[in-house]
């Protein structure tokens, strides 16, 4: 009989053994890293100064600081120091900082969708900003992406927009490409619904004021588009 479990790596209490409750402990701590796991990052190669009591990240290689060493494992920072555990090929994870699930294939977190033998993919992303509206329009600071295939824009209007009557969603050249004369109103929605089409330079959205220049509110907008990943060498 092994002293730990077969997938998770759990250390089991052996008969007789004292200090039962640190092997429990243990075990617990492991569940708590692995269940429902969020990384808070899988590419930072090294961790922030002063990380969240539980927070995790995907080690990568190159990783420097308190990450030395344990390339390929989770860290979870628990009671103030970091454990490194293993993790195996097919968990799965929600990525902080990318906003996105990925699938461990055993060397990298890569798209669940990737079909290829070398990470080649395609991936649905919804990307979010909320935007302080001021002038005759406004750009977000976000930008859909080189490549990226976009299936809509959608917008809610969190706080009423003043100064002007109503507004527009799209891109310099096309400003109401994803709806024209859009309400003003708080909770006012719109989900402007395209024809898939691809982007082959980084693009913002633009937000153009109707019957006045904006003097105030909050619109909150969303890409919603699709990424492909070229195969790796």
């Given at each position: 009989?092994?002293?730990?479990?077969?997938?998770?790596?759990?250390?089991?209490?052996?008969?007789?053994?004292?200090?039962?409750?640190?092997?429990?402990?243990?075990?617990?701590?492991?569940?708590?890293?692995?269940?429902?796991?969020?990384l808070e990052s899988a590419t930072a190669t090294a961790p922030p100064a002063t990380p969240a009591e539980g927070a995790r990240w995907f080690v990568p290689a190159g990783a420097t600081g308190a990450f030395a060493g344990h390339a390929g494992t989770i860290a979870a920072f628990e009671q103030g120091a970091f454990d490194f555990l293993p993790v195996a090929q097919g968990f799965l994870a929600f990525i902080r900082d990318e906003g996105r699930l990925a699938l461990f294939d055993g060397a990298a977190f890569v798209s669940p969708f990737a079909a290829g033998a070398h990470?080649?993919?395609?991936?649905?992303?919804?990307?979010e900003e909320d935007v302080t509206l001021a002038g005759?329009?406004?750009?977000?600071?976000?930008a859909i992406p080189d490549r990226a295939i976009v299936l809509a824009v959608s917008t809610r209007t969190l706080t009423a927009v003043t100064g002007a009557t109503s507004y527009d969603c799209g891109i310099s050249?096309?400003?109401?490409?994803?709806?024209?004369?859009?309400?003003?109103?708080?909770?006012?929605t719109n989900v402007g619904a395209i024809g898939p089409t691809a982007f082959y330079a980084a693009t913002p959205v633009r937000l153009t004021a109707n019957g006045g220049s904006f003097s105030g509110g909050t619109v909150r907008v969303a890409l919603h588009l699709l990424l492909c990943a070229a195969p790796e060498a």
């Open positions: 009989m092994t002293d730990q479990s077969a997938n998770l790596a759990l250390p089991y209490i052996a008969a007789a053994q004292a200090q039962k409750h640190v092997t429990h402990n243990e075990a617990i701590r492991r569940l708590d890293a692995f269940v429902q796991l969020v990470r080649a993919a395609i991936m649905g992303q919804v990307m005759a329009f406004v750009e977000t600071a976000l050249g096309e400003v109401a490409k994803f709806g024209g004369s859009l309400g003003a109103a708080a909770g006012s």
